[in-house]
T-cell receptor, first 113, second 116 residues
Framework: QQPVQSPQAVILREGEDAVINCSSS?????VHWYRQKHGEAPVFLMI?????EQKGHDKISASFNEKKQQSSLYLTASQLSYSGTYFC??????????????FGKGTLLTVNP | DTEVTQTPKHLVMGMTNKKSLKCEQH?????MYWYKQKAKKPPELMFV???????INESVPSRFSPECPNSSLLNLHLHALQPEDSALYLC???????????????FGEGSRLTVL
């Protein structure tokens, strides 16, 4: 089941903050975040495995609310290099679903000078 | 070496052709994946190999035939494709669950396929 991402697109000025949300109607084992720049391969940002877990990566952090099956990606003090499409990927709870990462439709983030 | 190398980068083929996409990694990963990505869409999982055995086939048409000849190589054989199969085909690898899995998929840059 494909997770739902919002917003679809966001435009920022350098230094501004953004939040990208990802939600699922099914119980999740993990949430993964990737960034893909135009013409490039997706690049892993982080994985969240436990409910309520928060992880950070420079000025990019994420949280996972297991009860709500929601994850949010926080980008603070955005830089030009943050531009790209952000995908959340979800793995469902339960055997046999390992490795079955389903990506949301993506959020196009544009950071302008 | 944290690279996944895919060849060719671009491929144009007719509907009656047979071609193959190749993927190689030397990170010691025992899980390898094929994803398909259309323009402005997310990657869609096609196949997963775990320890060189096919573990997931996402109901992919038989005109796509994966092969994992050894732990470093992954092929995708293409035959009698349709124009709607034109897309970017991404290979990825990761550690296995018992290997110190971090969740990170390492993607190659992809093979852009055009079917005429």
């Amino acid at each position: 089941q494909q997770p739902v991402q919002s917003p679809q697109a966001v435009i920022l000025r350098e230094g501004e903050d953004a939040v990208i949300n990802c939600s699922s109607s099914k119980a999740l084992y993990s949430v993964h975040w990737y960034r893909q720049k135009h013409g490039e391969a997706p690049v892993f940002l982080m994985i969240l495995l436990k409910g309520g877990e928060q992880k950070g990566h420079d000025k990019i952090s994420a949280s996972f609310n297991e009860k709500k099956q929601q994850s949010s990606l926080y980008l603070t003090a955005s830089q030009l290099s943050y531009s790209g499409t952000y995908f959340c990927g979800t793995e469902m709870t339960g055997g046999g679903s390992n490795y079955k990462l389903t990506f949301g439709k993506g959020t196009l983030l544009t950071v302008n000078p | 070496d944290t690279e996944v190398t895919q060849t060719p980068k671009h491929l144009v083929m007719g509907m009656t052709n047979k071609k193959s996409l190749k993927c190689e990694q030397h990170m010691g990963h025992r899980a390898m994946y094929w994803y398909k990505q259309k323009a402005k869409k997310p990657p869609e999982l096609m196949f997963v190999y775990s320890y060189e055995k096919l573990s997931i086939n996402e109901s992919v048409p038989s005109r796509f035939s994966p092969e994992c000849p050894n732990s470093s190589l992954l092929n995708l054989h293409l035959h009698a494709l349709q124009p709607e199969d034109s897309a970017l085909y991404l290979c990825a690898s990761s550690q296995e669950r018992g290997q110190g899995y971090t969740g990170e998929l390492f993607f190659g840059e992809g093979s852009r396929l055009t079917v005429l």
